[in-house]
């Protein structure tokens, strides 16, 4: 391609996957850290994107050889948009903080609910980062945070490795507990963040209140809308494609009780301007679940899907499992709280199956019971005690 290097359109459609999902997990970072530095990632990330998506289509175009082929490849090219356009919507959110849009301090409380947070640190010169590897750092063991991503200059590595040396200057970027970031920024000889204590403005404002907790369920909907679209599309499941396109229509529901909320907090603030960032974000988060929705369109409707989507969703940086319950196994019976899948296997359950039914983002009071399917999402090494606790054999998922 135009850099030079051979490439296939199934390692491009996994780049440019992984490259959407860490665009809109930093767009999130840089609104709870009110970080213009992170959100000039975010835009780093889009060129990048912008170029991938370029290439990719114009491989579908030069494969198309028959109409049979054209048809396979418009399928292909729809999840092209997809992605780009979640691009564009990570771009919209990262652009709130360089914009000054406003964003409540009710909302900052609220984002970081998750369990995980991404991060972005530079490593600083003569630090206890620089010049070690990964493997010697040992990040996820010292402090819980997890390497998703390096930036050296303008070069990007998606996928890095244990033996991957840490330079000055170099940006890395993570997931894990909020707990973990401060002891990296240490590590990396960066200054603490500051630190979002509440103000006390608009403290008893219930509406604005409520708007918010609406705003937070869109945005957990909307990434769990488009992990199910992948999950579909890899399995090719009418089921879960049900599921997506039940979540876009409860989205559109929310966004019309969220500005609702919003105009009603608006006359209690001196400067409503404040609430801007808030009906932003919303359209981006109703802009991806529509993504998601686009994207499982071709497997609800029955039709053919090019392996090669499949093949790029199966291989990129974050994998997307479906286990069956065997009966009798260490899972059957009990609850993903007491399961802790998360802490011991480092997988995220998207949904369960039960008798033919999808239930997304089960509670952790969720009982698992034997010949249910769990549809799980993360890193590969979570793959081998995920499949223990379910009473099934590597060779067995891999097949």
Not at 8 to 30: C, G
Request: charge should be negative; glycine fraction near 8%.
């Amino acid at each position: 391609m135009r850099d030079g290097r051979p490439r296939n359109l199934k390692d491009m459609l996994a780049e440019a996957k992984d490259t959407s999902e860490l665009m809109v997990d930093l767009a999130y970072a840089a609104i709870f850290y009110n970080s213009e530095d992170i959100s000039e990632e975010v835009f780093r990330l889009e060129e990048h994107l912008n170029s991938l998506v370029f290439d990719m289509r114009t491989l579908a175009i030069l494969a198309a050889r028959s109409p049979a082929d054209s048809e396979q490849m418009a399928g292909i090219l729809q999840v092209v948009q997809d992605i780009e356009k979640i691009g564009n919507a990570a771009n919209d959110i990262a652009k709130i903080v360089v914009k000054r849009l406003g964003v409540p301090q009710e909302l900052l409380q609220d984002i970081p609910e998750a369990e995980e947070i991404p991060s972005r640190v530079r490593v600083h010169a003569d630090s206890a980062l620089d010049g070690r590897s990964l493997g010697e750092v040992d990040l996820p063991v010292e402090t819980g945070m997890r390497p998703i991503a390096i930036r050296s200059d303008e070069e990007w590595n998606f996928d890095p490795e244990p033996e991957d040396v840490l330079r000055a200057r170099d940006v890395l970027f993570l997931q894990g507990p909020p707990e973990g970031v401060a002891e990296v920024r240490e590590l990396a000889g960066a200054s603490p963040l500051p630190s979002h204590a509440p103000d006390g403005e608009g403290s008893q404002l219930s509406e604005l209140e409520r708007a918010v907790d609406i705003l937070i369920e869109m945005k957990n909907l909307s990434e769990m809308a488009v992990g199910l679209a992948y999950s579909a599309l890899l399995y090719q499941d009418a089921g879960l494609a049900r599921e997506v396109v039940s979540i876009e229509n409860e989205m559109d529901e929310m966004r019309y009780r969220l500005e609702r909320w919003i105009l009603l907090a608006a006359r209690h603030i001196d400067d409503s301007s404040r609430l801007r960032g808030m009906l932003h974000l919303a359209t981006a988060s109703e802009a991806i679940t529509d993504c998601a929705m686009e994207m499982v369109w071709m497997v609800e409707k029955g039709e053919e899907i090019h392996p090669v989507l499949s093949a790029a969703v199966g291989e990129s940086d974050e994998i997307v499992l479906k286990l069956t319950v065997s009966p009798g196994s260490p899972a059957d019976g009990k609850s993903l709280e007491a399961l802790q899948i998360e802490t011991e296997t480092g997988m995220y359950a998207l949904a369960v199956n039960r008798g033919g039914r999808w239930t997304y983002r089960p509670r952790d009071s969720y009982v698992l019971r034997g010949g249910d399917s769990l549809l799980a999402t993360g890193v590969p090494e979570g793959l081998e005690p995920l499949a223990e606790l379910f009473g099934q054999e590597i060779e067995e998922l891999e097949g």
